[in-house]
Structures are given as C-alpha cells and as structure tokens.
C-alpha cells in the first residue's frame, strides 16, 4: 500500500546530472512538400522546457521538495534558457558551471497532427544539438567545488541522472557518492546506455531500464522473471549496490535487493502516449520516496504509478501531485475515479493546452449508460490527446427528465465513465446547459451526436470564437435512454434469447 502523499514534499534533494534544453514546436500538417517527400508543419506555437537531469529537477520542484542542482551549461542562449527555466522552478542553481568552453545540449522535437482529421499530435522530427566529451581541468574543478558546498545544504538523498554527456566522469562520481556515504546519504542513480558502471560503485540503488540491465549484466533477460533476478543480482555484487530497480515498461518493476527479497510491482497504464521521460520520473519518485523515509517497496510503487502517469502524457513533463493522489485512490479502490472539480479542470485543461495537448469535450446526463453513449464517447477520444466528459448535476438531470430522474447520482455515473479507458477526466456542471463550462475550459473539439444540427449545438459560438471546432458523431439507431427505460419497464427483450433462455 503507497502511503498518504502529505507525507512527500518537504525534503532537500541534492540533483547531479546532464543539463539540457528540450524545445518543442508544435503544428499541423496540411500538406507534402513539393521538394521532397515529407510533410509540411505549420507551426502554432513554441515552447522550452529543462531536459535531462533538469526535468528530475522540475519534477522535484512541482511536487514540493527543495533541489539543489549540480551541473554544467554552456555560455550561450541555451544555457541561459536552461538557467532560467530551473531559476522560475525555484531550484538552488549556485553549482551549475556557466563554460565557456562548452555547448549547451539542446534536443528539438517537432511535433504535428493532421489538422482536418482531427488527430492527436505526434513526434515526427527531433534534432539533437550536442558536444559529448569529458570536462576539462577547469570545468572539473568547478563542478567538484560546487559539489562540495551542495553538500553543505544537508540533502537528504542525492540523485544522479546520467546521460553521459561529459559531466559525470569518474572524479565527480566518486566525489558524490564519497561525499554522500561519508553521511549516510542514499544514492540513487538513472544509470547511463553504456554499461560502463564502475562510478557508481556504492551507490544505494540503481535504476536501469531493460535494455540497460541486460547490456551492462551481459544476461538477455527478456520477461523471464529468473533471468531478470540473475541480471539483478550480478549488477548488485559487481557495484556494491543495496537495491536493483529494473524498469520493465510494460510489465512494471523489479526490485533486486542484497537482501535476498526481491519483488515484482506490475504496472496500471491506461494508454501509451509518449515513453519520454518516463526514466526521469521514476528516479524523482523513488528519491522523493526515499529522501521523505518510505521503505523501498513503497518508493517502488509510486514509481511506478508516477510513470505510468508521465508516459499518458505528451513530451517531458512533470506529474502533479493531485494526479499522484488520484492514482494512488484509484488504486486504493480498485477502479478509477476520474471526477475533477470545476477549478481543478480549469488548471488542468490550461496546463494541457498550453502543452500542446488537444483537449476533447463532451457531455450529457449519462444516466444509464449505453452502447450509444460507449459509441460517442469513443469516437470522441480519437478527435484529440484528452478526453473530458462533463455531466449534468443531480438537481439539473431532474429539471431537464423530470422529478424521478436521474436513476444514478452522479457520483456513480462519474464512476463508471471514468471505468472507461477512453476517458481521461470528468466534471460535474450545474447548469442545466454545459455553455458556462465550456466558457471557461475552451476545449479544442467539442463532440455531440449528430442528432444534433450544427446550429443546435450549446457552446458552439464560444468554442468556434477561441479557435476550436465542433464535430457531430452518427450514433447507432435506436440507442437511448429513454428506449431503454421503456424496454425495462415492458419487460422487453433487448437482445436475442440466448439458448438455456
């Protein structure tokens, strides 16, 4: 059982790693270029956000610990966007190194959808900006003497992200792990591809990813869980580590320990969007975990969570706590409660938007769910990257259906919406109109069956008005709640009889 998350949030955690900057520009495509075969982007807007150890950092920071960074930039407008960004994270940025012998790492990704399909947006480009090699002896100074006085802030864990890109040679390893052991400090590291581990002999844990474990352990281990343990406990004993955490995406986490009791944790992910950054939240939440004293299996459990969270998300970002919060209820419960208040939709459709995410909605009573309201709330989710349902109040059902109306309280019926894997989020409204609600969301696509015309559809002006569409779905003949309450009340079959009767 995870714990309560109150219990996270207000520790000091001391980040060592690569930093990077991660642009994203976002589009649509219309059209092929008539000067090679490739899609033209028309591109909606920009944004640059923290990469690498950075986004442990922003992750950190959104769930409420303080960071001390460690790292190295570049002198040039890269770095000083990454500088800035950590900076308006409220991060300790006084042991990041400004070079000017180095280049700033920058990924590019563009990303784009087809405008008239209405289709999510994918990953169709990423540019790499990098100069790979070892610090020199000024650069080396420099980050062991920031390393030095990091260690003065008291951190209660020290996490070391490395995408070896330079930073992390064995000098500075051996400074932060020493440093850290000397004060009983755990380590935990998001190891590097090469399997070239030594540096971080005697760190507390590691967690490698499948393909990682299996190159740095020599064992292809695949799904079998025997070879997974083997792989675990050669990486323990060749590192001298307490803890293995091997990321098996699909099927979840293996915890490794030296103690002999190891653990599988599968994981619950609804639906796959992007996988980036899903490493970096693991190591946020197994430190956060660790730092707050959670025991491992805990730390373990909300790793996973978190990324399964991170990976339904589209490019790196961070996981809100209420989404931590929401998850672990679920799972607490065993089905997911998915209901949002009207001001947390507001934030989180702001947030999604302004990722590039395009927001769905749609709504109805939902009373009685059927195989009309299944058909339109799937083909709904298609239009976008997340669907929200908004639907009518208790009190509005019984003014629009009447005084015996609604038969579920809408507790239920956002209960079983959020059953389904194609809703991403419900909202309650008051009205007996959603207009006041799409006022304030704004969606992207707003979604209604096509019994509906076009002009009948309440809040179209206001989506239209701020740059969305509406779209009208056929739904199958004859389904309905009003048809289906008959039917019960005639005591009429809905489906042929089967052959026991």
């Known amino acids: 059982m995870i714990p309560e998350l109150e219990t996270l949030g207000d520790v000091r955690i001391l980040v060592a790693g690569d930093l990077m900057l991660d642009e994203y520009f976002y589009g649509d495509v219309e059209r092929v270029s008539p000067e090679a075969p490739v899609p033209v982007v028309k591109e909606k807007h920009h944004e640059k956000r923290v990469g690498g150890a950075g986004s442990v950092v922003t992750n950190l920071r959104a769930l409420g610990a303080d960071v001390v960074v460690v790292g190295l930039v570049g002198d040039d407008d890269s770095g000083r966007d990454v500088l800035a960004a950590l900076e308006s994270a409220d991060a300790n940025v006084d042991g990041v190194v400004v070079s000017c012998s180095a280049r700033t790492i920058r990924k590019t990704r563009v990303l784009a959808g087809v405008q008239h399909a209405g289709r999510a947006q994918q990953q169709i480009l990423r540019l790499d900006r990098e100069q790979i090699r070892p610090l020199d002896e000024t650069e080396q100074a420099a980050v062991l003497g920031a390393i030095e006085t990091a260690f003065d802030t008291d951190p209660a864990a020290v996490l070391i992200s490395d995408y070896e890109k330079g930073l992390l040679g064995q000098e500075v390893l051996r400074s932060l792990i020493e440093r850290a052991r000397s004060r009983s400090i755990p380590v935990l590291v998001d190891p590097g591809r090469s399997g070239n581990w030594s540096g971080y002999r005697g760190a507390h844990l590691i967690c490698p990813n499948r393909f990682e474990a299996s190159g740095a352990s020599g064992i292809d281990f695949d799904e079998a869980v025997e070879k997974q343990l083997e792989a675990g406990e050669l990486l323990l004993d060749r590192f001298d580590l307490d803890h293995c955490i091997l990321t098996l995406d699909r099927d979840g986490i293996t915890r490794v320990s030296r ?8 994981t619950r992910v609804r639906a796959v969007t992007d996988v980036a950054g899903a490493g970096d939240m693991v190591l946020t939440l197994l430190g956060l975990a660790v730092a707050a004293g959670w025991d491992i299996d805990e730390a373990c459990q909300l790793a996973n969570l978190g990324a399964g969270i991170e990976v339904q998300k589209t490019g790196v970002q961070s996981v809100e706590l209420w989404e931590l919060q929401a998850a672990r209820d679920s799972l607490e419960r065993g089905s997911p409660d998915l ?15 302004a990722d590039g995410q395009v927001v769905v909605f749609t709504n109805g009573c939902f009373d009685l769910l059927h195989a009309g309201h299944l058909q339109l709330i799937e083909t709904a989710r298609a239009f976008g990257d997340t669907l929200v349902v908004g639907i009518n109040s208790d009190a509005s059902v019984s003014r629009l259906k009447g005084p015996e109306r609604p038969f579920l309280p809408a507790t239920e019926r956002a209960r079983l919406l959020g059953a389904l894997a194609c809703v991403d989020h419900v909202v309650v409204f008051d009205q007996d109109t959603p207009e006041a609600i799409l006022s304030e969301l704004l969606p992207d696509v707003l979604v209604k069956g096509a019994d509906y015309k076009i002009d009948e559809v309440v809040g179209r002006e206001v989506v239209e008005a701020a740059g969305g569409r509406v779209e ?10 009003t048809g289906l309450i008959e039917r019960i009340r005639r005591g009429a079959r809905t489906c042929p009889p089967t052959p026991d009767g």
């Open 259 to 266: 103690q002999g009791d190891h653990r599988r944790h599968p």
């Open 339 to 353: 209901t949002r208040t009207r001001e947390e939709m507001i934030q989180i459709v702001s947030t999604l938007k």
């Open 472 to 481: 009208l779905v056929t739904l199958k003949p004859g389904a309905s709640t």
